[in-house]
């Protein structure tokens, strides 16, 4: 059982250049999160999801995109990276139906936009 | 609209000293309430959680209590290790959020021995 786990662990972009961060959870969890974490600024909500096929907008949506095409898979995409998005990205999975349920986050991917 | 305040830090004790990491919300409901830690290079685990007023959450050592009156959950340790050196956030969901969380900016300890 290796929970939630992010491809890749580093990265490091050229403004304009693109890439898809990748996040796969074995726990057959609905909801899944991206959040990214800026020093001094806890975690900001990029965009979730309550199901497969389903995506929302979070508190931090603009310049990135995603998709549930599985119900394992969780894909942020950057299609044009910016310096701003130097960031480390978390990933997060949920049970849903009860808004109790903690949420089982991944190792994270530093990324890096020169 | 939701928000989780923090204790502002660093906070750095020495081993066996008393914790404590005030935590504060503002919420449109009743939310549930969690404390998460994040070690070094690692994703954020959960501490512990309380769903409903006066609910006390504990693990490790740690407690936290859910204040309605004060709109509170307060981390505390009675002895701190070099061990719980890491990033602490307090967090609440609400039941109409799809789990979305709201999360304080964390506050980093530092314990020395």
């Known amino acids: 059982n290796a929970g939630v786990t992010q491809t890749p662990k580093f990265r490091v972009l050229k403004t304009g250049q693109s890439m898809t961060l990748l996040c796969a959870q074995d726990?057959?969890?609905?909801?899944m999160y991206w959040y990214r974490q800026d020093p001094g600024m806890g975690l900001r909500l990029i965009h979730y999801?309550?199901?497969?096929?389903?995506?929302a907008k979070g508190e931090v949506p603009d310049g990135y995109n995603v998709s549930r095409l599985k119900k394992q898979n969780f894909l942020l995409g950057l299609e044009s990276a910016a310096p701003s998005q130097t960031s480390v990205y978390f990933c997060?999975?949920?049970?849903?139906?009860?808004?109790?349920?903690?949420?089982?986050f991944g190792p994270g991917t530093r990324l890096t936009v020169l | 609209g939701n928000s989780v305040t923090q204790m502002e830090g660093p906070v750095t004790l020495s081993e066996e000293a008393f914790l404590t990491i005030n935590c504060t919300y503002t919420a449109t409901g009743y939310p549930s309430l969690f404390w998460y830690v994040q070690y070094p290079g690692e994703g954020l685990q959960l501490l512990l959680k309380?769903?409903?007023?006066?609910d006390k959450g504990s693990n490790k050592g740690f407690e936290a209590t859910y204040r309605k009156e004060t709109t509170s959950f307060h981390l505390e340790k009675g002895s701190v290790q070099v061990s719980d050196s890491a990033v602490y956030f307090c967090a609440l969901i609400l039941n109409t959020n799809a789990g979305k969380s709201t999360f304080g900016d964390g506050t980093t300890l530092t314990v020395k021995p």
């Open positions: 309380a769903t409903k007023a006066d």
């Open positions: 997060a999975s949920a049970r849903e139906g009860s808004y109790y349920n903690e949420q089982f």
């Open positions: 999801s309550v199901g497969e096929g389903t995506t």
């Open positions: 726990m057959n969890h609905e909801y």
